[in-house]
Nanobody, 128 residues
């Protein structure tokens, strides 16, 4: 069992940056693949994959929409995962969630149904 708590969201102008954090408690985060997902506001908006990191952090995977702008990293000694978000756009406005998955296949990185634990989310709002 692991509990996840996100922080670092806020209101930022387009082109700005934020660093989101996800602190894990309970079982150590190094036991899990860690991912970030987001859900934009509005009807019909589903939660979507953003980025994921292997247990060691040596492998990472990104959605095409954020490649080159977002970076996932992890500090297993401190049970924390980060998402550095740069060059923000208004369409990046969403609630950002971190998740922990016990799976091993890299093909499952973007599949939210494969993640076992979720945080409550942190709001990121990008103004134009």
């Amino acid at each position: 069992q692991v509990q996840l708590a996100e922080s670092g969201g806020g209101l930022v102008q387009a082109g700005g940056s934020l660093r989101l954090s996800c602190a894990a408690s309970g079982r150590t985060s190094s036991s899990y693949v860690m991912g970030w997902f987001r859900q934009a506001p509005g009807p019909g908006k589903e939660r979507e994959f953003v980025a994921a990191s292997s247990r060691s952090g040596s492998s990472t995977y990104y959605a095409d929409s954020v490649k080159g702008r977002f970076t996932i990293s992890r500090d297993n000694a401190n049970n924390t995962v980060y998402l550095q978000v740069n060059s923000l756009k208004p369409e990046d406005t969403a609630v950002y969630y971190c998740a922990a998955g016990a799976f091993y296949s890299g093909s499952y990185y973007p599949r939210q149904d494969r993640y076992n634990y979720w945080g409550q989310g942190t709001q990121v709002t990008v103004s134009s």
